[in-house]
């Protein structure tokens, strides 16, 4: 088990070293290796309790940059004794290395400081070699020696491997404590650490006494990729949800971890969502050469809201998917061909794009596929075949497929087709969530269980972008139906949609402009929006706006 110290460090600078490739022979690091091992600490308390702790923590390398790494470390309780009220919640955290001359230097800051290297480039026998490390609260050194080559069997394979004896001095800022620590760890060439094990741990804390334990950590899974299958991964968006890697790296050009980041935008994990930012991080990728991007790209283009409906840019964006082998992107492009929007009209050669990216695992070809057999729209009407295709892409958690599958069961399984519409909402299908609040809205005043289950879908609804749901839960926030009024949040929820091209949530907002209702009274703005909304077909805004204009 690493240091504890070393969960600490972060993005710093670390003395000048020689540029050396990160594969080391006791720690391959490469984009994708991979450890999983199992630690169990056994101790005898002062107050005379025995304490066992059982510990599954997971190792991976996740982004090369240069000379640079980031090792991601996630550490779960999954057994104690005596049990606890509740297991410990897995604990994850981000470590940065820079590969030099004498081994991995990990890279400091925050009053740390480390000298020396945990784990030299090469391990010979009698070898000796230290580290340290120190901070205001206190630090340590290890002070190791290599003992030789010997088999160790543990849960992963049975390994030819360095052993490493060492003594950990620690200098605590108390004196009332103090800590022998002696162990031994094994490094298998080309695998990394398959074992340590540490005994008669001594601490002995004033004037409570002496803790005795003893901690081995065995390997029990790992995964070294290839040169190959590193080279593909790199290409790939950096596996991990921090917000700070994904931004530092589309930064210096990583097109595949701007995606990964505008996913995040989109999502709102761990942060608001922003559509906006999204569609501008994967058009970012998307330019930089990434194609799935591209795809994502142009679904933004063609749904619009985010931005003003563009079939043609996204037709574009959709091909520049589908030509670097996207089967999602060959999908999309597939109904621009099938509706003759952004494309000339060629319903074969969109049967064909929606069946060979059906095939390649795209659910929205085989949403596509369901579409025109459930209509006999480019093929003989089929809805066995529709149904098929239906339950295949709703599987995959393709929201509208589940939609589309559920009105088909309406009459044959009403139950079925209840569970289908709030599987399609759960999956991001927006219609579905509107849908459902549909049928719980109230039509009176007063707050209300349904009004607030109602609330509840509206907002996932305008969450995942559909303009109605922000408008309808407007409107059950400005008239009090079923929740609590708030003309201050109806009018927000107005500019959202409205902002999305809603033409009733512009004319809504602009009730509320020429009122003052929620917001300040503004004749000026509420005629701007009154426009805006007539402009998009909204009958009611145009008489509006004549008269506000006379």
Known sequence: MRPVWVLLLSISSVASGDIMPCRYEAWPVAVGSQWRRISTMKQDTWDRQHVEITMENDERIIDIDGTLFVQELNSRMIDMKPKPAELSKSDTVHVRYRCATEGPLPIVEGGLTWNGTEIPIKLTPEFEFEYSSSAPTGGWTYRNRVIGRENVTVPAGTFNAWRVDYERIDTPPQKDYSQTVKGSRWYAPGVGLVRSAEHDVVTITKPRGQTVSERIEELTSYHIPSVEEEKKLRNEPTPTLDPSILKANC??????????????????????????????????????????????????????????????????????????????????????YFEGQGMPQDKARAIALFTSSCKDGSPAGCLYLGRAYAEGDGVAKDVSKATDYFEQACKAKQGEACSRLSELMQQSDPPRAKQLTEDACSFGWAPACHKIAKTLEPAQAGVSDAGMRAAAQYFVGCKYGYAPSCTSLGGMVEEGRGVQRDLSLAAELYDKSCQWHDAQGCFRLASLYERGRGVRRDRERASALYRQACEAKNADACAAAQRLAH
């Open 251 to 336: 930064g210096r050009g990583k097109a595949a971890d701007c995606y990964a980041l505008g996913d995040l935008y989109r999502e709102g994990v761990g942060m608001e969502t922003d559509h906006a930012r999204a569609l501008a991080l994967m058009q970012k990728s998307c330019d930089d050469k990434y194609a799935p991007a591209c795809n994502e790209a142009g679904v933004y283009y063609l749904w619009g809201g985010v931005v003003p409906k563009d079939v043609d840019k996204a037709s574009d964006l959709f091909k520049r998917a589908c030509d670097a082998g996207v089967a999602q992107g060959c999908a999309n492009l597939g109904s621009r």
